[in-house]
Nanobody
């Protein structure tokens, strides 16, 4: 059993910052990559940022220059530091991990955390 637990969402004003955290727990053998997707009302889920076990990162164009993804491999935790937030960043943010548990590998998801950017 694997659990991904997110925290750090909330309501902020435009221009402010938030830091999301996601901790993976369970019978995990190895985590290959972790990251964040988001889904705004009426829109498809989209990739925000991705980080591999070696630290290689990838960002959506909308996140470049404003968001920073990082991870603590020892704690199986991924972070998303979001700055200069805009109303269009409002969405439910989902953490994911591509990991190996037992003899198989697969994607696992968190329950989502709401981020609302509004004045």
């Amino acid at each position: 059993q694997v659990q991904l637990v997110e925290s750090g969402g909330g309501l902020v004003q435009p221009g402010e910052s938030l830091r999301l955290s996601c901790a993976a727990s369970g019978s995990i053998f190895s985590i290959y990559a972790m990251g964040w997707y988001r889904q705004a009302p009426g829109k498809q889920r989209e990739l925000v940022a991705h980080i591999t076990s070696s630290g290689t990162t990838n960002y959506a164009d909308s996140a470049k220059g404003r968001f920073t993804i990082s991870r603590d491999n020892a704690e199986n935790t991924v972070y998303l530091q979001m700055t200069s937030l805009k109303p269009e960043d409002t969405a439910v943010y989902y953490c994911y991990a591509f990991l190996k548990m037992g003899g198989s590998a697969g994607n696992y998801w968190g329950q989502g955390t709401q981020v609302t950017v509004s004045s």
